[in-house]
């Protein structure tokens, strides 16, 4: 899958879900950003989306800090 949703929190990163789409991947990141649970919980530092390409490292298309 060329798109992953990434949080980011105190004990690392981890893959929340990978899309076929930028849409799909989009819409994943924004509930994400809009959730009470991750603004609230204080463990979860941020959230990301990245595009991965098997021929390159993974390239950052957005970001967003609950911090």
Do not use: N
Request: hydrophobic share 40%; glycine share 8%.
């Amino acid at each position: 899958m060329p798109f992953q949703v990434l949080t980011h929190d105190a004990w690392g990163v981890v893959k929340v879900g990978e899309f076929s789409s930028v849409e799909e991947a989009r819409s994943a990141f924004g509930s994400i950003c809009q959730d009470p649970w991750y603004r609230s919980d204080g463990t979860v530092k941020g959230v990301e989306l990245v595009q991965c390409d098997s021929a390159q490292a993974p390239l950052r298309l957005d970001w967003f800090s609950f911090v």
